[in-house]
């Protein structure tokens, strides 16, 4: 009888999430939150209807555009900085090898290792892949794999532009007498949504997760309202 085949081991860790979730919990969040203000803030002036969607379609275009823009310059300064690191690690690999072994088999001394089998370690790693090693051990860097901006800025444009929808329909489904709170209750529901996977796809807790961006999203619809109402009453 043949033994039992041995289940291979694996860990299921949350830390490759963080950079897709962030962008897409921070996009969607703030379509949310930025267009059912800016249409509940309208709305409490007693715009009419149409008013209230034209308010929420340019929140949506220019949210989106904002966040895209945004995201592209961060991005792509974060990637200019990668690249210059690459370069000056390339330049200090050409001029001083000796001293670059050393400085990485120190890195591995820190880690737990002998100082021979450390160098050792050195001296293997950097026969496969010099530069490589150098990048993934001394700065964190993977070449393969380099911050991209217009990846960044598609996706954080993407998941404003779906979110922000969410306020939009809501006014158009929705009878005059309860337009505002069509926006906000569907508004509050979708963040609570958003929170919790958010906090479940990261391994935090999702109740707290949810009551953090519901509060801020109700605190921004809030002030928005007031503000729209004092404009209304102004005959602004």
């Known amino acids: 009888m043949k033994p039992a085949a041995k289940k291979s081991h694996h860990e299921a860790h949350h830390r490759g999430r963080i950079a897709w979730l962030r962008a897409a919990v921070l996009g969607?969040?703030?379509?949310?939150?930025?267009?059912?203000?800016l249409m509940v803030g309208?709305?409490?002036?007693?715009?009419?209807?149409?008013q209230v969607l034209l308010a929420g379609a340019a929140g949506l275009v220019a949210g989106a555009l904002s966040m895209a823009a945004g995201?592209?310059?961060s991005v792509s300064s974060q990637r200019d900085a990668e690249r210059a690191d690459i370069a000056i690690e390339k330049r200090e690999l050409a001029a001083a090898p000796k001293d670059e072994l050393r400085e990485l088999a120190t890195i591995?001394?820190?880690r737990g290792l002998e100082p021979a089998l450390?160098?050792?370690?050195?001296?293997?790693?950097s026969a496969k892949d010099l530069l490589g090693a150098h990048l993934r051990d001394e700065l964190k860097l993977d070449?393969?794999?380099?911050?991209?901006?217009?990846?960044?800025?598609?996706?954080?444009?993407g998941s404003f532009a779906s979110a922000a929808f969410i306020p939009i329909v809501a006014v158009l489904c929705a009878s005059p007498a309860f337009r505002i709170w069509a926006v906000i209750v569907s508004s509050l529901a979708s963040l609570a949504i958003l929170g919790a996977a958010g906090g479940y796809a990261g391994g935090a807790p999702q109740g707290k997760a949810a009551l953090r961006v519901v509060l801020g999203g109700g605190v921004a619809?809030?002030?928005?309202?007031?503000?729209?109402?004092l404009l209304g009453?102004?005959?602004v």
């Not at 070449?143 to 444009?157: E, G, K, R, T, Y």
Request: hydrophobic share 45%; net charge negative.
């Open 233 to 235: 009453v102004a005959g």
């Open 28 to 37: 969607a969040d703030d379509g949310i939150v930025s267009t059912a203000s």
């Open 221 to 229: 619809m809030a002030f928005s309202a007031l503000v729209g109402k």
């Open 118 to 125: 450390a160098l050792e370690v050195a001296k293997q790693l």
């Open 143 to 157: 070449p393969s794999d380099l911050s991209n901006p217009w990846q960044a800025a598609a996706s954080s444009a």
């Open 71 to 73: 995201e592209y310059v």
């Open 108 to 110: 591995y001394e820190k």
């Open 42 to 50: 309208v709305a409490s002036a007693s715009a009419s209807r149409g």
